[in-house]
C-alpha cells in the first residue's frame, strides 16, 4: 500500500540543524526531525518543513539585525524572504560603512559585530576529554590557541573527533588492532569520510556567504584519525600519511576544488606547538580578502 505524503517536499532534499546550521542529506523514510545532528546533536529540520519556515522566520525576525539580499541566492537557493522589503538605498549604504572584508557578501551576511572569519579545528583542541587515555595534555583546551584566536575575533568551528564519533568512546578495536587499522576497516572509514563531507558543505557554505575560513587545524603527527602531514606551512593538499579523517576532508575539498589551508596544532611537543601557534599568529596578521566562491 502506497504510503501516504504529508507534504510536498519529495524523497530528495536536506535535513537542517536549527542550532548549529549543519545540513546532512534527508534519509528517506527516516524523519528529520528523529536525525540527531552530526556536529552538535540537536534535532534536525527538514528544509522547506513547516517546522523549517517557522524556524527561518523566527531566525531572520527581531529589529536589530540587518539582512543583507544582493540578489544572489546561496548554493541551494535559500534566500531570506524578510530582506526583501528593505530599500536598497539603505542596504547600499550599510555596505558600505561595513568592514573592507565583509563588504559585498552574499545574502544572509548579518550586519553587527561579527569578524566574518574562522577556523575550522579538530574536537580536542577545544575539548581534551576527547582524547584518548593518557593523551590529553591539559584539563579542558588548548588555551594558548584559543586565547589566539579569540583575541584575533576569529571564530573557533569545531569539528567532531572521528575516534570517539566512528569507533565510540572506548574506541572499540579487536585486539592487537591498532586505532589506524581499526579506523581504516570499512565502516569506521565511511564514517569518516561522512564526518569529512559535513564538514566540507559546512566550509563551503561560509564561503558561499562571503565569510573567510582562515585555516583547518587538524592534529598531531601520530594521530591516526587527525594527523595533518604537509610540506612547508599550510598546504591545502596533505602529504605522508595523514589522518583518515583529514584525508576524507582534504579529498572531499579537492572533489569541489575548494583551497583551504590545513596545518596543524602539535601540542605532543612543545617545540612544534610554539611554531604552529607562530604559523598561527602570522596568518592571522595577514590582511586577506574573503574567499568568494
Ligand atoms: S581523533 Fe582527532 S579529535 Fe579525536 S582525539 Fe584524536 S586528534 Fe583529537
Not at 153 to 169: A, I, K, R, S
Not at 232 to 249: I, S
Request: some cysteine; glycine content about 10%; aromatic content about 4%.
Amino acid at each position: 500500500m502506497p504510503v501516504e505524503r504529508k507534504h510536498e517536499m519529495g524523497a530528495g532534499g536536506d535535513c537542517i540543524c536549527p542550532k548549529c546550521e549543519t545540513r546532512i542529506a534527508h534519509e528517506q523514510g527516516v524523519l528529520c526531525q528523529e536525525t540527531h545532528c552530526p556536529s552538535c546533536g540537536a534535532k534536525m529540520l527538514r528544509e522547506g518543513s513547516e517546522h523549517y519556515r517557522r524556524w527561518k522566520n523566527k531566525q531572520s525576525g527581531g529589529t536589530e539585525r540587518l539582512i543583507f539580499d544582493t540578489g544572489r541566492s546561496s548554493a541551494r537557493g535559500a534566500r531570506n524572504p524578510e530582506a526583501r522589503p528593505m530599500a536598497r538605498s539603505t542596504l547600499s549604504l550599510v555596505s558600505r560603512l561595513l568592514p573592507r572584508r565583509l563588504r559585498g557578501l552574499a545574502p544572509t551576511v548579518v550586519a553587527d559585530d561579527r569578524g566574518g572569519r574562522m577556523v575550522f579545528l579538530i574536537e580536542c583542541l577545544l575539548n581534551q576529554n576527547a582524547r584518548d587515555r593518557g593523551a590529553a595534555r591539559s584539563p579542558a583546551a588548548e588555551r594558548e590557541l584559543v586565547d589566539l584566536l579569540l583575541d584575533a575575533g576569529v571564530g573557533l568551528v569545531q569539528m567532531p573527533c572521528p575516534e570517539t564519533y566512528c569507533l565510540g568512546f572506548e574506541r572499540k578495536r579487536a585486539p592487537g588492532q591498532s586505532l589506524r587499522q581499526a579506523l581504516e576497516a570499512e565502516q569506521p572509514a565511511a564514517c569518516c569520510r561522512h564526518l569529512a563531507t559535513i564538514a566540507a558543505r559546512r566550509i563551503q557554505t561560509y564561503l558561499e556567504q562571503g565569510y573567510e575560513v582562515i585555516a583547518i587545524l587538524g592534529g598531531n603527527v601520530q594521530s591516526p584519525g587527525c594527523a595533518v602531514h604537509i610540506d612547508g606551512g599550510g598546504g591545502t593538499r596533505l602529504t605522508g600519511r595523514p589522518g583518515v579523517f583529514m584525508q576524507a576532508l582534504s579529498d572531499e575539498l579537492a572533489r569541489h576544488d575548494t583551497h583551504i589551508p590545513f596545518h596543524r596544532i602539535r601540542d605532543a611537543d612543545p617545540d612544534l606547538l610554539r611554531r604552529d601557534i607562530q604559523w598561527l599568529r602570522e596568518q592571522l596578521g595577514r590582511d586577506r580578502k574573503p574567499q568568494q566562491v
